[in-house]
């Protein structure tokens, strides 16, 4: 029988395979960043189980349907009940999985400590300086203008709402990254959220000063 972290390894190099086709923002290196994050939250929060947190942290993106129409679930299921994980601990991870997106909106299912300590981690990384360099990372993936001046923003006259479908990257802070803070499950979450919120705000303060210039 594998040990845990027996099986962390083999879940490990089964999602640097995986993610290899996705952009440089939701890579391997994503994946680390979320993982410790995730074991950040769950050690400051003392609740969850801390095997199913980083099991659901590393695939957490399996199966993203932005680079690939697959089925993530089935993949999961599959690889951890090879390796002899718990049922009850893969259905977690599988839940996990489905439930993790910002796009699930209400729709998503009542949170488990687990959920809402990995989707916390997960929102951190969209955040502050690493979440303005995955945004134009993904941007540029998607051939996406910086910015569009033509189409307002959130707040603007004649603007009532976000869109997740971001006329630019630009847009796309303001569609869902300058939500995320309120969106924070823990205490933990909230508190590395402040910072990171801030450090956004502040870039596009900037940006849109050196857009403007000399107009």
């Known amino acids: 029988m594998k040990t845990e972290q027996e ?10 395979e995986a ?24 050690e400051c929060e003392g609740r969850g189980d801390r095997f199913t947190v980083e099991l659901a942290a590393l695939m957490h993106d399996v199966g993203d349907h932005k680079f690939a129409v697959h089925d993530g679930p089935a993949e999961i299921r599959a690889l951890l009940g090879r390796l002899g994980v718990d049922g009850t601990v893969t259905e977690e991870v599988v839940n996990i999985n489905e439930n993790i997106s910002f796009s699930k909106g209400s729709d ?3 949170k488990s400590d687990e959920l809402q300590i990995v989707q916390d981690a997960d929102r951190l990384d969209a955040m502050g300086a690493v979440g303005i360099a995955r945004a134009f990372s993904y941007g540029g993936f998607k051939r996406r203008e910086l910015y569009d001046p033509r189409a307002g923003l959130p707040g603007q006259p004649g603007v009532s709402s976000s869109s997740r479908n971001s006329a630019s990257t ?26 990171r919120h801030d450090f956004m705000v502040s870039f596009l303060d900037q940006f849109m000063r050196e857009w403007d210039q000399g107009a």
Do not use: C
């Open 170 to 195: 630009i847009h796309h802070f303001y569609d869902k990254l300058l939500l995320l803070r309120n969106l924070m499950n823990s205490a933990t979450g909230r508190r590395l959220a402040d910072e």
């Open 108 to 110: 998503a299912a009542p």
């Open 7 to 16: 099986i962390i390894n083999e879940v490990s190099d089964f999602v640097r």
């Open 19 to 42: 993610v290899q086709q996705y952009d440089s923002g939701h890579g391997w290196s994503h994946i680390e960043r979320v993982v410790r994050l995730a074991l950040y939250i769950h």
